[in-house]
């Protein structure tokens, strides 16, 4: 039953500097590795229209578009509008990436509280699941997606709402996360030596509702490590 491995990468930030002078090369090493979809998400405005701009201009990138927490410092309603906006270019299959980050902590909690909430009732309006990114944050970012998933209309995006990003939390994070729908993204750091307690996280969550994401450029496996 051995066919070509098709791998889709959910989460690989394409248009960011790294890959300025090299992404045809990027691309086609990544082709030769049977990655067939690549899902850019965006994680400011500027950045969500790159990446509309490179999924318009290549075959296999697919683009997420949204505000990352860490930009959300001097968040406004009207950007949501803009993300809206964006959300309607060809190719856009998720909001995000969008979420809480209390480890770094750029915008106040509760600035990063709105914008996710305000994103998050924009995918719900236009049926898009939700690219999450999560940092130290788990409970008030939990409580925010059972009040969301709670709120949405039967159909395809309650039964399956998006991920949660990069996973690196306890197992009983990821099991309210999947009993709300959500695949969990797996990324880099799983291979990483000492991560022998997200290992066993992963191990215990059902294949079928796993991710693999490069978030490139960030979190490669070792030994190209940092
Ligand atoms: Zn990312």
Known sequence: MAGPLLLIDTHCHLDFDSYADDLPAVLARAAEAGVVAIVNPGT???RSAAACDLAAAHAPIFAAVGIHPN??????PEQVDAVRALAAREKV???GEIGLDYYRERSPKDVQRRAFEAQLA???ELGLPVIVHDRDAHDDLLALLETWVGGLNNGPLKARPGVL???SAPLHVAERALAL???IGVTGPVTYKKADELRHVVARLPADRLLVETDGPFLAPPPSSG
């Open 122 to 124: 924009l995918a719900g």
């Open 93 to 95: 299959v998720a909001i």
């Open 181 to 183: 729908g959500f695949y």
């Open 165 to 167: 990003h990069s996973f």
């Open 71 to 76: 930009s959300t410092a001097d968040f406004s």
């Open 44 to 46: 400011d405005l500027e």
